[in-house]
């Protein structure tokens, strides 16, 4: 639980830093958000995937798909970034 919540603030974190970078208009915001998006999909995927030693997965799997869900926000977010911007 300790693990999980840590990975948690340190992803909330991440993406309103992201949020802030983009809304400020800094060049390096979608390869971050990008980058962030990796790292939580894989994070995600590891605690889904992940054997203990009985040879079932360490977390339930209703638990593991939460932790994936994050990552469909991610997802919409990451594509609408790099979006090309319409022309105003």
Not at 45 to 68: F, I, N, R
């Amino acid at each position: 639980m300790v693990v999980s919540s840590v990975i948690g603030v340190l992803g909330v974190l991440g993406w309103l830093t992201a949020a802030w970078a983009v809304r400020a208009g800094k060049r390096w915001a979608r390869p971050v958000a990008t980058v962030l998006l990796m790292l939580g999909a894989g994070i995600g995927l590891a605690g889904l995937l992940t054997k203990d030693t009985s040879g079932a997965t360490g977390l339930p799997p209703e638990l593991g798909w939460a932790g994936m869900l994050p990552c469909l926000a991610g997802v919409v977010a990451v594509i609408l970034l790099w979006r090309e911007p319409r022309p105003t």
